[in-house]
């Protein structure tokens, strides 16, 4: 998910406490040696939109993670992108005039 979507769905409060998202998240190799990238899911506790993190706890083993707006892979099991043509959110272009 970009940052000005992001922001986007947090200031239409689409994104709140509580709404469940996946995303991306470091965690310990078997082993114990170097980390393994893995897609989870986690229910955001709090929301730093300055810092465009998420402050959120893994509903599988109850794990803190801050994660960031890029790591998110979906909201309430929607894409993001998809989320916000639901709600009639368009991305912002600059429009070009033509001459005539």
Do not use: C
């Amino acid at each position: 998910m970009d940052q000005t979507l992001g922001q986007e769905l947090i200031k239409r409060n689409i994104i709140k406490q509580d709404t469940e998202v996946s995303a991306w998240y470091s965690s310990t190799a078997f082993g114990g040696i170097g980390t393994v990238d893995h897609v989870g899911n986690f229910t955001i506790s709090s929301i730093d939109a300055n810092q465009n993190t998420f402050h959120a706890r893994s509903n599988v083993d109850g794990e803190w993670q801050d994660i960031t707006f890029d790591k998110v892979v979906s909201i309430d099991g929607m894409e993001p992108s998809k989320l916000a043509e639901a709600y009639g959110i368009k991305k912002k272009t600059k429009k070009v005039k033509t001459k005539k």
